[in-house]
């Protein structure tokens, strides 16, 4: 499929042909949601800690004597049913990473350019260059062209005017091609791609 080529400045220029084998499946929830729970339990810290009776601070001495009380038996108040005891089976440090094969990612990732470019929220652009890296003619252009809430991504490398020109703007993130990924891709309103980065995608994903 062919699909219309900007610049920065919202003038044309020319058009692209994108793989419909990228670009051009139905999306699909399932593999989407699969591979955006990957991701998601990967980035969990999972540090999340309890203590237990062995490692709350009170005497360990047996609070009353064993008989003769009318009460139950108790050793010592490090125990789960006392106030400030210890915590029966709670967490521990661990990871909440999954396996997911590769191949499994690559198409969520192909799903997900998919999803943008059905959705109409895919804009194709020529390049990312900037003679100078000035935040606020960055912000003119990108409210110009209605950009909200925007991921764009380059080929292998990005513009360094560009990156340190948008390193402040709210609403705009920046990668590389290796770094385009399905949770970012579907979180942002409008996907923009570079002519490069159109290229390193398919190259990638094929």
């Known amino acids: 499929m062919k699909a219309d080529a900007i610049k ?20 699909r929830a399932d593999i989407l949601h699969r591979v955006v729970r990957w991701q998601r339990n990967n980035a969990q810290q999972g540090t999340h800690k309890v203590k237990t009776r062995s490692e709350t601070s009170y005497s360990t001495k047996k609070i009353y004597r064993q008989k003769g009380t009318g009460g139950a038996r108790h050793g010592d108040r490090n125990a ?4 400030k005891g210890g915590i029966y089976k709670g967490p ?10 590769k191949k499994f990612r690559k198409l969520g990732l192909r799903h997900a350019l998919s999803a943008k470019q059905s959705a109409g929220e895919l804009v194709i652009l020529d390049t990312l260059e900037l003679k100078d890296a000035k935040t606020a003619v960055l912000s003119r252009q990108v409210k110009d062209l209605g950009w909200k809430r925007a991921l764009v991504i380059d080929g292998a490398t990005v513009d360094e005017n560009f990156a340190r020109a948008a390193r402040n703007l709210d609403g705009v993130d920046v990668l590389p091609s290796m770094g385009a990924n399905v949770y ?3 979180r942002s309103d409008t996907l923009v791609l570079t002519k490069a980065g159109v290229e390193a995608l398919e190259a990638r994903l094929k």
């Open 184 to 186: 970012d891709i579907l």
């Open 8 to 27: 920065l400045d919202g003038a044309k220029a020319g058009s692209v042909e994108l793989d419909d084998a990228i670009f051009g499946l139905e999306p």
């Open 80 to 83: 789960p049913i006392f106030r």
């Open 92 to 101: 521990t440090p661990r990871s909440h990473g999954h396996e997911l094969t």
